[in-house]
């Protein structure tokens, strides 16, 4: 009798999902990206890794994948999914206003890059189809790793996103290309079939166009009416794949499709309900992909082959960073964005290897020769995450470079100003309010791209790390109006308020506090006032839903007023201080503020 243990699909399901489970948490608690986790995950449990050992040892089948074919279906879905919520960002608005991005840049991009590195596969022997067809298919970048780390709202990712798409819909003018320069195929054969695949496709994505305008709305108000999740997403995935189905039935991509069925979606009021539940399909069938393109390398011919290996990968990601960089300077683009972007799109793509299928079918290369760039293309996509890591520190730098901020360590800093110390979420709102009332202020930040994009805004700020004494030097806080600490660093900010009230009794000290045990910790290190977050965003927040269920406000108000003097107390008994501390600031004044005392006791 047959189990499900007998089927190789099943047990295949098994490890696929039981990596996910791991690998996911595992590298988030370190803050490292999934992909490279599953990418790992498909070389170990791969043909090439421990699965070239199941037929010695039976056991090991439960624990490998074997047939990298039968789950690439659910790779590719993976990656329509992915398309399908690029689609479900943009708009036809936003898509038109990037037609020059995308036509231009992306357009250009391709092209330089694949004739340079079709070139140069020339000169080391390649016959010209080949070399071209190399280039062409290595000029790609990955849409599936690009995008996710990136976003599609960022100047790069904005960058990025024009650059994608445009080699999206050229992949299927490339694969027709190598066909017509087949030895086997007369090259007018190919041309007219290109032609037809482009009005036929054209007069199909023409009438999803009409049909989803027309039809969407109504189909998806049906299906919110039942108040059915299961048929919410049904309904959306049945979308998703006939849209997809229909450019693929015409012989244009199946992603084009995907696509478009986003943009139609992103147009009705439903698409965020359509994007929340079909997120975690994607996120999976992109891990499968991921696995997959880990299953293609082989550590024993990476060893073998590592020197040649290792300077294709390096020439490759050299010339698509310095041509797409240079490319994105030309059309406009700050230095630190042009820079992050070219070489955050520099390694290969999932579709590199489609071309390179396409092209050794077509002769134009040998099989061994497409062997050899496929590990290429793996081990690329394998380090972009490294490459994005790289080019963001390297954009920074430029940028801070280019504004001279890594110099103002050692500017002298005005009197008479109010400090500002942390320049997050919470730091940029007090400077707002500051410069609403005319207030003179200064803030400091450690992150050095919050301070890039602060300085860009207008902000008065400067890069710092107020844990060394010699900024705290620097900032001459005897000469200040005020000290206002806003980073969520606790100890950090009790060793602040330390050090400062020791040097200068009389500044005022305004503090945020993580919680009410943090404040009592601030006031006895002598902050002027502790201000916990949690409690006043619980007193607001109660304050809100109090008003809407139609309670007075003036009961309200005392019952807010009321609660906040309890915790009053409470500090003052966690803290043990002589005197109630202030849980709210009323106004920032040069007065002298005495900080709360302690009892003799202590």
Excluded: C
Aim: hydrophobic share 50%; net charge negative; aromatic share 6%.
């Amino acid at each position: 009798m047959s189990t499900p243990l007998d089927n190789p699909a099943f047990i295949d399901a098994i490890v696929i999902l039981g990596a996910a489970g791991i690998i996911i948490p595992a590298f988030a608690r370190f803050r490292i990206t999934p992909i490279i986790g599953f990418i790992l995950v498909g070389v170990l449990l791969g043909p090439s890794g421990l699965g070239a050992l199941s037929g010695q040892y039976d056991w090991l089948r439960f624990f490998t994948i074997n047939d990298r074919e039968a789950i690439e279906p659910f790779a590719e879905f993976g990656i329509i999914l992915l398309l399908f919520s690029i689609g479900l960002e943009l708009s036809f608005k936003r898509l038109w206003s990037m037609r020059q991005l995308v036509f231009g840049v992306g357009a250009a991009e391709l092209t330089i890059s694949g004739l340079i590195i079709g070139f140069v596969l020339y000169l080391i022997g390649q016959n010209p189809a080949g070399a071209l067809g190399l280039g062409l298919a290595l000029a790609l970048s990955s849409t599936a790793l690009v995008l996710p780390m990136s976003g599609t709202k960022s100047p790069v990712g904005r960058a990025a996103l024009a650059m994608l798409l445009f080699e999206d819909v050229a992949i299927v003018p490339i694969i027709f290309l190598l066909g017509a320069l087949a030895p086997s195929y007369a090259s007018g054969s190919s041309w007219e079939e290109l032609v037809q695949t482009l009005v036929v496709g054209g007069a199909v994505i023409i009438g999803m166009l009409v049909l989803g305008r027309l039809l969407l709305p109504r189909i998806f108000a049906q299906a919110a009416r039942t108040k059915s999740p299961e048929l919410f997403l049904s309904v959306s995935l049945l979308v998703i794949i006939l849209a997809s189905l229909a450019t693929a039935a015409t012989g244009l991509s199946p992603i084009v499709g995907a696509l478009l069925a986003g943009l139609l979606i992103a147009e009705t009021e439903y698409h965020g309900e359509v994007e929340v539940i079909t997120a975690p399909f994607k996120g999976l069938a992109l891990g499968v992909f991921l696995i997959t393109v880990g299953m293609q390398i082989d550590i024993r011919v990476i060893l073998e082959n590592w020197a040649s290996l290792i300077t294709a990968v390096v020439g490759v990601v050299l010339v698509k960073a310095v041509v797409t960089g240079g490319l994105l300077r030309f059309a406009g683009a700050r230095p630190g964005t042009a820079t992050e972007a070219g070489v955050l799109m520099s390694s290969p793509s999932e579709t590199t290897l489609i071309v390179l299928a396409a092209a050794a079918q077509a002769q134009l290369i040998q099989a061994q020769t497409a062997a050899f760039w496929q590990i290429v293309t793996a081990i690329g996509l394998t380090i972009t995450p490294l490459l994005a890591r790289f080019g963001h520190d390297m954009a920074r730098r430029i940028e801070l470079r280019g504004e001279n901020i890594a110099a103002t360590d050692d500017q002298v800093i005005d009197a008479e100003k109010t400090i500002i110390i942390g320049f997050g979420r919470v730091g940029r709102l007090v400077a707002d309010m500051m410069k609403a009332h005319n207030q003179n202020y200064l803030a400091i930040e450690s992150n050095i791209d919050v301070v890039a994009d602060a300085r860009r805004d207008g902000y008065p700020i400067i890069f710092g790390n107020v844990a060394r004494n010699e900024m705290l030097d620097r900032l001459r806080l005897g000469h200040a109006k005020a000290l206002v600490l806003t980073m969520d660093e606790p100890v950090l900010s009790v060793q602040v308020v330390k050090k400062v009230r020791a040097w200068v009794p009389d500044l005022p000290i305004i503090v945020r506090a993580r919680d009410t045990e943090h404040a009592a910790e601030l006031y006895q290190a002598g902050a002027t006032n502790a201000v916990p977050e949690a409690l006043e965003g619980s007193l607001q927040l109660s304050e809100a839903i109090l008003v809407e269920n139609g309670v007075a406000m003036g009961p309200v108000i005392a019952s807010i007023h009321e609660k906040r003097d309890q915790i009053r107390h409470q500090i003052q008994k966690d803290g043990d201080l002589e005197i109630e501390p202030k849980l709210k600031s009323s106004a920032l004044d040069t007065s002298p503020v005495t900080p709360p005392k302690l009892n003799p006791q202590e």
